[in-house]
C-alpha cells in the first residue's frame, strides 16, 4: 500500500497546486489591470513627467496665442486673423510634443485620450490617474507662466474657455463633443498599428486634426477638445463658468470614438481592399479569396511558434499617440 499512498499524495499535491494557480489567477489579472506594479519603474515615473511637462509647454504655446496684443500697442497695422492664428498654434504645437514624447509616454497631452486609452485597454488604471493628475498639474503650470510673463492689462480672459451665449451650453457640448470625437478617432485611426496602408506622419495627421477642431469651433466654444487645456486657464484665473461642458464632451467625445472604432471599424483594418497594390515583400502574408469579389485579399493564418517567449504578464500596450 505505500506505493497507493504515495500516488494518493502526488495526486493530492497536484491538485493543490491547481487550486492555488486557479486562486492566484484573478489576483494576478487584477495587477495587470491596475498597473500597481508599474509604479516601481523608472520608464513609469519618466512616462509621466512627459506627460507633465508636454502638457505645460502645450498649454504655454496655445494659451499665449490667444492674447491680444494689438490691445496694448494700438496699432493700425493689420494683424492676422486670430482664429487663424490660434488654430495654427494650437494644432502645430501638439504636432510637434506627439513627436517629442510619443515614444516617451504616448504623447496623449489630453484626458480625454488618456480615457479613450482606457476605455480600450491599451493603458492602465494607475498609468490613466498619473497621467491625469501630471496633465492637470502641467496645466496649471503652463498658464501660470503665460500670466507669469504677460502684461497684466492683457490677461483679463487669458485663454478660458467660453461657450458663446448665441450657442449655449446644450449646444455647445453638441460642439465638444464632435470636435475631441474627430480628433481622438484620428488619433486611433492614424496609430494603428495593425493597418496595412499607413504611410506619411500620424504627429501631422493629429496635429492637422487639432487645426481643423479649432478653425470651426472657435467661435463656438473656443474648440477646447482637452478638459486639461481648459482646466488651467480656469484656475489660474479663478473662472469655472460652464467649465463643465469642457470636460463632459470631451471626454464622452473620445470614449466614443475609441470604441467605435476598435469595436466596429477596426476589426477589418488588417485586410486589404479589393484591388489594393500589396508590395511584393508582404504578399506572402496574404491569399486571395473569391468569397469578397475578384480581388479581394485575405491574410492567411499561421501556426504560432512555439519556441517563442511569452511576453511577461506584468507588460502593458503603450499607445503611439
Known amino acids: 500500500m505505500p506505493g497507493v499512498q504515495s500516488q494518493g499524495t502526488i495526486a493530492g499535491s497536484r491538485s493543490n497546486d491547481r487550486a492555488a494557480i486557479s486562486s492566484a489567477q484573478p489576483a494576478a489579472a487584477m495587477s495587470i489591470m491596475t498597473g500597481v506594479e508599474h509604479l516601481k519603474t523608472k520608464d513609469f515615473w519618466r512616462a509621466v513627467g512627459a506627460e507633465f511637462l508636454a502638457m505645460l509647454l502645450f498649454v504655454f504655446l496655445g494659451v499665449g496665442s490667444t492674447i491680444n496684443w ?30 517629442c514624447f510619443g515614444h516617451i509616454s504616448g504623447g496623449h497631452i489630453n484626458p480625454a485620450v488618456t480615457a479613450a486609452m482606457l476605455v480600450t485597454k491599451k493603458v492602465t488604471i494607475v498609468k490613466a490617474l498619473f497621467y491625469l493628475v501630471a496633465q492637470l498639474v502641467g496645466a496649471m503650470a503652463g498658464s501660470g507662466i503665460v500670466r507669469l510673463v504677460t502684461p497684466s492689462t492683457l490677461t483679463d480672459n487669458m485663454g478660458i474657455s467660453a461657450v458663446n451665449a448665441e450657442v449655449g451650453v446644450g449646444k455647445g457640448l453638441l460642439v465638444e463633443l464632435l470636435l475631441t470625437f474627430q480628433l481622438v478617432f484620428t488619433i486611433f485611426a492614424t496609430c494603428d498599428s495593425k493597418r496595412t496602408d499607413l504611410g506619411g506622419s500620424a504627429s501631422l495627421a493629429i496635429g492637422l486634426s487639432v487645426t481643423i477642431g479649432h478653425l470651426f469651433g472657435i467661435p463656438y466654444t473656443g474648440a477646447s477638445m482637452n478638459p486639461a487645456r481648459s482646466f488651467g486657464p480656469a484656475v489660474v484665473m479663478a473662472n469655472f463658468k460652464d467649465h463643465w461642458v469642457y470636460w463632459l464632451g470631451p471626454m464622452l467625445g473620445g470614449v466614443l470614438a475609441a470604441l467605435l472604432y476598435e469595436f466596429l471599424f477596426c476589426p477589418a483594418c488588417g485586410k486589404p481592399s479589393p484591388g489594393q497594390v500589396i508590395p511584393k515583400d508582404q504578399t506572402v502574408n496574404y491569399k486571395e479569396v473569391d468569397k469578397d469579389g475578384p480581388g479581394s485579399m485575405q491574410p492567411v493564418k499561421r501556426k504560432k511558434r512555439t519556441d517563442r517567449k511569452d511576453p511577461p504578464p506584468t507588460r502593458e500596450v503603450l499607445s503611439t499617440v
Do not use: H, R, Y
Not at 75 to 96: E, Q, R
Open 70 to 99: 494689438s490691445a496694448l500697442t494700438n496699432s493700425s497695422k493689420s494683424t492676422p486673423d486670430p482664429k487663424v492664428l490660434i488654430s495654427l498654434c494650437f494644432g502645430l504645437s501638439i504636432a510637434t510634443l506627439v513627436q
